[in-house]
Nanobody, 118 residues
Framework: QVQLVESGGGLVQAGGSLRLSCAASGRTFSNYDMGWYRQPPGKEREFVAR????????YYVDSVKGRFTISIDNAKNTVYPQMNSLKPEDTAIYYC???????????WGQGTQVTVSS
């Protein structure tokens, strides 16, 4: 059974930092990319960042470039988005997604709340 377990969310003041994590288990993920998405209050879920399992391909949405850094620890099957210089508009539920590079198969985590106060 595939599981993606996010952790690390919480309440932080604007300008602060949080490090989320997503621990993946239940299958081999070498053919998967790991993504982070977020859903702000009252809005649609949106893409934030994505990293290949090998770590050699990384993508960010423009709004987080220069502030967020995504990394992967293959030995621990865990993906870490380091979020710095947080803004109130970063407030959202953050979700981890494992997506097969060829498409057609994906898994979601349960989400972790990030709240940035002004």
């Amino acid at each position: 059974q595939v599981q993606l377990v996010e952790s690390g969310g919480g309440l932080v003041q604007a300008g602060g930092s949080l490090r989320l994590s997503c621990a993946a288990s239940g299958r081999t993920f070498s053919n998967y990319d790991m993504g982070w998405y977020r859903q702000p209050p009252g809005k649609e879920r949106e893409f934030v960042a994505r990293i290949s399992w090998s770590g050699d391909r990384i993508y960010y949405v423009d709004s987080v470039k220069g502030r967020f850094t995504i990394s992967i620890d293959n030995a621990k099957n865990t993906v870490y988005p380091q979020m710095n210089s947080l803004k109130p508009e970063d407030t959202a539920i953050y979700y981890c997604k494992a997506e097969r590079r060829l498409g057609g198969i994906y898994y979601w985590g349960q989400g972790t709340q990030v709240t940035v106060s002004s």
